[in-house]
């Protein structure tokens, strides 16, 4: 039989066109999810067989959620007497495999990062009539101690309801168990009775094993099945402050976690970001996050606080001592802090290394904590020099933990930062619980045991890092290594460190548990799972040819282990004639190569037609909209009726840019475009905007702020929506946490002047600027930015760039839009139109509906009445002009407030 190689990248979210499977045309037989765990290196099997009931061929869908932290190791399906198995591969070897795939009509799978914990992995396969298949995913991972506990997550969610559906759950530790504890949205009254669990003193086995009734009545639960998690939460015995030593075909693991020793006082600056962008929610969560977390700290702590923008605020220059007193004044002053301005992180946090420089006291832990939620956008902004700055203040003497709060942050850059220094970086996610998740971070550095860490192995080699700053209650060092000559005799593990201010020294020679001989193998995987783990972190971290040598050195590792991640991808081979799946494993932060092939196959590899410059440095950026919006596209002598949005080298544009762009693009594209944008129209998550020229009141002669008007196509109403916003600020266009996107607009001072800038934020690293010249792409990673003045298309990442005459074409994943250039009255804007966007409702933004409904309601003359959310809303009628097209036309519509429309308060629209 042919085989046709397919290659499954992991990371890819795409679907823009595919259609979705009818889930109702085949039957899940059995969905099972078995989860070994030995000594905390977790083993998860799901397997799924699934039947094709109907007449006809089909494509049947794999689609399951695994933990951030793991690595996928094994992907096979069983069809027809076939196993067809995937293997890993490096990355880039794939993609070009893929890339030869699609150019064969093959379209994509998906695998993406989902929400905090989770990223989701999902594939089809084309099943021939009355026949069935197997999937089978496996992927490991290293349990992490966090606040004394493990946790072992599983996410059961196959879409329909299951005869045959379990969970089993296998927990062995030598050193004994502890706790046992299950939680998560599985863990309802309505399972209670489906949930078993037995355990001993070293193992427990938990299953799960839910009727197909019980699996439509629990909360979360539906007609569609199970839909939710499975927390299992445990600790193990530590009888030795040693730890636990396991060795094992030549390695070795040691897990060091004491807890019996006097806590370190701390001297703790938490540095907290007050600028702008943190309006809002942000602000008062982290006003109630410090509250509670200044009534934490213990009497013989000191500490200090500082806020910034621009500017920095201190509560108090240096640090006091944390008696009630002081605590109580911290918290007024935490009570009040504000946003404004703009962000000076170096600053920042140079100042609160100054306090902590100045501050030394014998006999306690320094921590440094910095709270942001974006880029440096006053003082120094390079990132390079604020890490270089900040690293020398450090110098290693204490540890720098940088939290992250939302999407608009740069959290590459705050992930280099505490690595620079010791620490660790941290997403914050924006939602409800996010006080929560800042007191949970506090809560895992709050109580410092050791300081000055060195684990040392005699005998060991191939260590992963045996050095750590602090180590805090709670939590654990884990060291894995190559025991040299598999010569246990002569093997000699140490932990020598800091308690208080005596040297303290760990040792198992008078340890009276034995070596644990794990079953073959497993000690060794640990071994390079946290190699590989450390090397990318080491890889984000340096630079030069020593980046190079640690990916290839992380790469390798995958390979040999099959460990799918960001270095690597799946290659699966399947049934001839079937659609390609692109899968990689996302980064933090970062989801990877979804459009790039499809759009090769769609459009043709061009970009032969644009000319791209590459600009070593380009004025920051910032949406200030203090920009001269002078020059704007070419005017007049635009050749043969196109004239470029880009422009014939504008009058306005950056010196050093060529004079003149070859040929538009969109006669090339035209075709294509309309195909895509069909496709795209029949989506439910559509959305419309427009905007209008067209004043609605006679115009005053007063200063007023100016306003711009937005043109909402609503359902069910007789005329589309409209609303003004005050053209002050930087508005929220589009904001989609799940998919770490941002795009932000800075509207003209101009009454309905459209926008001037567009800025788009994908992941931590990419930045997408439109201006009403050129497109610019900047990697805070690599520090690249190039500018775009002439057709032209690329893929970064996540991200599809098509650059037309007049119109630049953004795909993100599944979210896709346009950003029109329109010129009207030889006055130049740009205007975006949201085409696609997932069905996800933590989207916000003025791009964004919101979810809401619209109720047609009764009409009298020229005022109705309009449900939004299910509240009435007189409406007037007013004139908007639609700019979703490339020729703009005035349409009627319902003016209503932009409070009304959104049912939010209006400043929240803007950062
Ligand atoms: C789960 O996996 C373990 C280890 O591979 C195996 O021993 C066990 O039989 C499996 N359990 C089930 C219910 O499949
Ligand atoms: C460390 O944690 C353990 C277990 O939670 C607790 O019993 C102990 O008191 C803690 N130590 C300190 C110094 O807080
Ligand atoms: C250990 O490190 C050495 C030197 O870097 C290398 O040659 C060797 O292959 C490594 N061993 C393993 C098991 O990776
Ligand atoms: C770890 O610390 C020890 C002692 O402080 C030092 O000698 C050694 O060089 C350090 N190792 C690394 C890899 O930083
Ligand atoms: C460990 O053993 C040595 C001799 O074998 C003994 O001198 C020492 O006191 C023991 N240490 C502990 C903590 O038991
Ligand atoms: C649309 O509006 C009409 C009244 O104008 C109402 O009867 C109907 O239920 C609405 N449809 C939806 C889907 O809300």
């Keep these: 039989m042919r085989r046709v190689t397919v290659l499954l990248f992991l990371g890819l979210l795409l679907g823009l066109v595919t259609t979705l499977p009818n889930k109702d045309d085949w039957d899940i037989y059995s969905f099972h999810i078995n989860s070994t765990v030995t000594s905390r290196y977790a083993t998860t099997v799901i397997s799924s067989r699934v039947a094709n009931r109907i007449d006809q061929s089909k494509e049947i869908e794999f689609h399951v959620r695994i933990p951030k932290n793991a690595f996928i190791t094994k992907f096979r399906m069983f069809m027809d007497g076939e196993v067809y198995d995937g293997v890993v591969k490096e990355k880039e070897q794939a993609e070009r495999q893929y890339t030869a795939a699609v150019s064969q009509g093959q379209s994509a799978g998906i695998v993406s990062s989902v929400g905090r914990t989770l990223e989701e992995f999902k594939t089809s396969v084309n099943v021939a009539a009355h026949k069935k298949v197997t999937f089978e995913l496996t992927y490991e991972e290293l349990l992490k101690r966090r606040l004394g506990k493990y946790e072992l997550q599983i996410y059961a969610r196959p879409l329909q309801p299951v005869k045959d559906f379990k969970v089993d759950v296998h927990i062995n530790e030598e050193a004994g168990l502890k706790l046992i504890e299950i939680k998560g949205g599985l863990n309802t009254k309505e399972l209670a009775n489906a949930i078993t669990q037995d355990v001993s003193d070293k193992q427990a086995s938990i299953s799960l094993y839910p009727t197909v009734d019980q699996q439509k009545a629990c909360d979360s639960c539906s007609d569609a099945g199970l839909n939710g998690d499975l927390v299992i939460f445990y600790d193990v015995k530590r009888e030795l402050p040693f730890g636990d030593l396991q060795t094992g075909d030549g390695y070795f693991v040691h897990h060091f976690a004491p807890s019996n020793l006097p806590r370190i006082p701390k001297n703790v600056v938490f540095v907290i970001d007050q600028s702008g962008s943190m309006h809002g929610r942000k602000m008062q969560q982290t006003r109630i996050a410090l509250i509670h977390i200044l009534s934490d700290l213990e009497e013989d702590d000191f500490f200090g606080l500082i806020t910034f923008d621009s500017e920095i605020f201190h509560w108090k220059r240096e640090l006091v001592q944390a008696t009630s007193k002081n605590i109580e004044e911290a918290k007024t002053f935490a009570e009040n802090i504000q946003d404004r301005g703009s962000t000076d992180i170096n600053k920042a946090v140079l100042e609160g290394t100054r306090m902590l420089n100045v501050y030394t006291r014998e006999d306690s832990a320094s921590i440094l904590i910095l709270l942001t939620d974006g880029d440096p956008t006053s003082g120094e902004t390079n990132p390079e020099r604020i890490r270089a700055n900040i690293k020398q203040a450090i110098a290693g003497q204490f540890p720098l933990y940088c939290l992250g709060f939302g999407f608009d942050v740069n959290f590459q850059i705050l992930e280099k930062m505490s690595l620079d220094n010791n620490g660790a970086a941290r997403r914050i996610y924006e939602d409800s619980d996010a006080n929560l998740q800042l007191q949970g971070f506090y809560e895992e550095v709050a109580t410092p045991l050791l300081k000055d860490v060195t684990m040392v192995y005699i005998g060991g080699s191939n260590l992963t890092q045996t050095n750590f700053s602090q180590y805090y209650n709670g939590s654990e060092l884990v060291v894995a290594g190559v025991i040299t000559n598999n010569d246990i005799e002569s093997f000699t593990p140490e932990v ?356 809401a409904h619209y109720e047609g309601g009764v009409t009298m003359g020229s005022t109705s009445t309009v449900k939004v959310k299910g509240k009435n809303i007189i409406v007037s009628r007013s004139r908007a002009e639609d700019y979703r097209v490339a020729t703009p036309t005035a349409e009627d519509c319902w003016l209503l407030s932009a409070e009304d429309a959104f049912q939010k308060p209006a400043p929240e629209f803007f950062n």
């Design 496 to 851: 020598v460190a800091l308690s208080r201010n005596t040297k303290v020294t760990f040792s198992n020679r008078n340890a009276t548990t034995e070596l644990t001989e794990a079953p073959v193998d497993r000690i060794q995987r640990v071994w390079a799972y946290l190699t590989v783990k450390q090397l990318m972190e080491k890889e984000l971290q340096l630079s030069g040819p020593e980046k190079e040598k640690a990916k290839k050195e992380a790469m390798d590792l995958s390979l040999k282990y099959s460990f799918v991640t960001p270095l690597t991808s799946m290659v699966v081979t399947k049934p001839p004639g079937e659609d390609s799946a692109v899968l990689h494993k996302p980064k933090e932060g970062q989801k990877t190569q979804p459009l790039r092939t499809r759009i090769h196959s769609r459009l043709g590899v061009s970009g032969a037609s644009g000319s791209i410059h590459r600009l070593k440095a380009l004025p920051e950026p910032g949406l200030s909209g203090n920009r001269p919006v002078s020059g704007f596209f070419p005017a007049p002598a635009s050749p043969a009726g196109h004239p470029g949005f880009y422009g014939r080298g504008g009058r306005g544009g950056p010196p050093g840019l060529p004079g003149h762009f070859s040929l538009p693009s969109a006669v090339i594209y035209a075709d294509d475009i309309t195909d895509y944008g069909d496709n795209l129209m029949e989506g439910d998550d559509m959305m419309m905007i427009a905007a209008t020229m067209i004043p609605d009141t006679t115009p005053t002669t007063t200063k007023a702020p100016s306003t711009q008007r937005f043109l909402m196509t609503a359902t069910n109403t007789s005329l589309p929506l409209c609303f003004d916003l005050s053209a002050s600020g930087r508005l929220k266009l589009l904001r989609i946490p799940s998919r770490e996107l941002t795009v932000n607009g800075a509207l003209s001072p101009e009454i309905n002047g459209g926008f001037t800038h567009i800025v788009i934020r994908v992941q931590s690293y990419l930045r997408l600027e439109a201006d009403t010249e050129s497109f610019s792409v900047m990697n805070d990673q690599t520090g690249e930015i190039t500018r775009y003045t002439s057709p032209a298309q690329f893929t970064a990442d996540s991200v599809a760039v098509i650059i037309r005459d007049k119109e630049v074409d953004i795909s993100v994943g599944d979210i896709h839009f346009v950003i029109l250039g329109h010129e009207i009255s030889g006055r130049k804007f740009l205007w975006p139109v949201l085409k696609q966007m997932p069905a996800d409702d933590t989207a916000e933004g003025v791009l964004v509906y919101n979810n």
